[in-house]
């Protein structure tokens, strides 16, 4: 097994280094270094576990823009937080301390785990591991949803991931604006706060909104890893992005007849998912698609004196993916 | 390949030539003449940093597309016109392959550095049949994609497509969920989840 890399072939400067060296030696606004910057994304995944807030946001992917309402409360310790679709089907997301809850009012079931919410939550946690990948530094001051906001670049330090801006409520330490940039600095996906409330978070906007809901149990997703009829042991990554490290999952076969096996690793901002499943297909064509900042690849391998179909999802460049896919290795 | 058959092929590629301009190159070129062309496109596209620009160069699969489809309805109706299907069959299938070793040429340098490249780097379900593990070298491309040369494969091809589409879409919901419900990197992932469709 050995490390694949990938060469940079273009040595061109990227438009968001400019943006960022301009926005440095430009603005009026304070000038933070660049350990203020981390100190302001590490508070604002505290923040957002700690602070009672509600508001409206919007996520634009693509040429396409949904709408949210989200409330959050801390109550004796426990986050409570209700988040409301206001596009396509109705849903809502609620969750009452530990618990997550998917409210429908019939349709297609989504299903999900036990876990915690917030933004950014993970980040606290593995913060050491993600300063080793990304360094933070400050573009100036901004107004966003009528409130003062500090704006940070968080730039990769490799081709593998993606560089992210945020704007952070200089009073909350909140995420009110985030921006996914592509690796050349083209705006993937925005989220944005268009009105964001400190505190006066009530029982009613944390209540559930549709009637005759019907609920799913989010611990009713099959674990693939408990279902999975492939040994664990036979299968490697003999390589993957630095900082990306396993993480729990619970994700649904596409055929659970046939063997298959699911892993979730994640870097702290950004997360993959490697699929194999068994196959029978004699078409097997590569395909793949983009999504956001989601990228979606699969190919076929053998293995075994079997054929296997290699899927990689994730919030990463599409070669990165591709990468990865062709490390799947198989020890018999 | 003269000059002025450049000049047609580089049009073709552009989607600027005539369905009569179309059918009279695919005659009178041979597949070795349209992957040594493809070839030099490629290494200049790539010296110029155009490869992406290349790559995404629809044009090409909706001329083979459009010729197939306007051919394949009259052999599929009536098998007694076998003989005439193969006065045009075999360019169009030279230039089938030759279409997709293109794309897949474009990819072979773009991910040189990959031990097992084989992706379309679009949105878009590639047409090609790439070898499983095998190597995205020129000629073994050519001989693998002839498969599209059937009608029946064809189809099958395109219900593959489909059910590949399909379950490449359930992946993508199972990994966004257990991003937004497991792992805790909030806001972003659940939003996500609504793809607004």
Partial sequence: ?332 | MNEQQQETLSALFDGETSEFETRRLLDELSDDDLERWHQYQVISDASQNKLENTTFNFSVVDAVAAAIADEATPVADNASTAPVKQSWFKPLVGFAAAASVAFVAVLGIQDSQMVNPGFVADGNVSVSQLPINGDLGLSTVSGTTAVISLDGDIRAIDAQKAQDAKRLEHYLQQHTQNAAFNNGRGLMPMARMNTGE
């Fill in chain 1, 1 to 332: 097994m050995h490390c694949l890399g990938i060469k940079s072939v273009s040595m061109r400067i990227k438009p968001w280094v400019l943006l960022a060296w301009f926005a440095s030696v430009s603005s009026a606004a304070p000038s933070w270094a660049g350990e203020q910057a981390q100190q302001l994304i590490e508070k604002m995944s505290v923040s957002a576990r700690t602070q009672d807030f509600k508001g409206y946001f919007t996520f634009e992917r693509g040429r396409q823009s949904t709408s949210y309402f989200v409330a959050h409360k801390v109550k004796d310790d426990k986050q409570h937080q209700r988040i409301v679709f206001m596009d396509g089907q109705p849903m809502e997301i609620i969750k009452d301390g530990h618990s997550f809850q998917c409210l429908h009012p019939g349709g297609k079931n989504i299903e999900a785990a036990h876990g915690h919410l917030g933004s950014l939550g993970n980040l606290n946690k593995s913060k050491a591991k993600l300063w080793a990948y990304y360094t933070a530094e400050t573009l100036g001051e901004q107004r966003v949803a009528g409130r003062e906001t500090t704006k940070i670049l968080l730039k990769p330090q490799d081709q593998h991931r993606y560089p992210f801006v945020f704007n952070v409520d200089n009073v909350s330490g909140l995420m009110v604006k985030m921006v996914v940039l592509d690796t050349h600095g083209a705006p993937m996906e925005r989220f944005h706060f268009v009105n964001l409330e400190l505190g006066n978070v009530s029982e009613k906007d944390l209540a559930p909104g549709i009637k005759d809901y019907r609920v799913v149990e989010h611990g009713a997703a099959v674990d693939v890893h408990d279902s999975a009829r492939v040994d664990t042991d036979h299968w490697q990554l003999a390589w993957l992005p630095g900082g990306f490290e396993q993480e729990t999952t619970a994700m649904k076969p596409w055929n659970a007849a046939l063997e298959n096996k699911a892993f979730m690793y994640s870097d702290g901002l950004s997360a993959f998912s490697v699929f194999i499943e068994e196959s029978s297909s004699e078409n097997q064509a590569s395909i793949s698609k983009q999504l956001g900042s989601t990228a979606a690849i699969s190919h076929y391998m053998q293995a075994d004196g079997k054929v296997y179909l290699i899927t990689v999802v994730g919030e990463i460049p599409v070669m990165t993916a591709k990468q990865i896919a062709s490390a799947v290795r198989y020890t018999p």
